[in-house]
Structure formats: structure tokens, C-alpha cells
């Protein structure tokens, strides 16, 4: 399993706009192109130094290749809207993650 993760510090100015967005939109469109099964928001708990508020998205997906399909074919598109919406205002680095193992508490 491949964790497709997005981290995003957003601009005060937007961050109500932006979360909005990301809430009833952006990430609706990524899981409708077919590649994650799965994704989830969370917010950075660290406080940065330029400011703003910080989140991150981990999208799951089966595989490297879905994940460079997703690339290819629905990436450009999709962050072309966010930087039409936000453009400056929010700055994003991505980072994929390779699924090692899970492990759960025992009650």
C-alpha cells in the first residue's frame, strides 16, 4: 500500500476559503479519478514560522503504478484549480510513503 501525502501551509488570509475547498471539493475530486480508496485531512499541530496554518492529506492507493497513473492522468488538473484559486497563498510539498506494517492497540 502507498500513502500519497500532500502537506500544505495556507495563508491566514485564505485559510477559511481553503479549508472549504479542500473539505467539499478537492478531495472529493481526487478519490472520484478512481486511484485512492481512501483519504484523510489532519491538521499540523506545530507551529510554523512563517505562520499560517499547516495540514496534511494522505491519500491511499494500491500501488506506485496507480499512483504514477494518478500523476499522468488527474494530477495536473487538479492542482491547476488550487493554484488558480489560491496561487501564493498556499504553499504544498507532497511525499509518498510506502506502507511497512499496521499495528493496533490491544484492549
Known amino acids: 500500500m502507498i500513502v500519497y501525502n500532500v ?4 495563508d491566514e488570509s485564505i485559510h477559511e476559503k481553503w479549508l472549504q475547498w479542500m473539505q467539499g471539493k478537492h478531495i472529493n475530486d481526487v478519490l472520484a479519478t478512481g486511484k485512492f480508496t ?11 514560522e512563517m505562520g499560517g496554518h499547516t495540514y496534511a492529506v494522505q491519500y491511499t492507493t494500491d500501488s506506485k503504478e496507480t499512483l ?3 500523476y499522468a492522468e488527474d494530477a495536473p488538473r487538479l492542482r491547476e484549480e488550487g493554484l488558480r484559486l ?4 498556499m504553499l504544498a510539498f507532497r511525499t509518498e510513503l510506502e506502507v511497512m ?7
Open 38 to 48: 481512501s483519504a484523510r485531512l489532519v491538521k499540523v499541530l506545530v507551529d510554523e
Open 7 to 10: 502537506t500544505s501551509n495556507i
Open 68 to 70: 504514477d497513473r494518478y
Open 86 to 89: 489560491f496561487a501564493d497563498k
Open 101 to 107: 506494517a499496521d499495528y493496533f492497540s490491544v484492549e
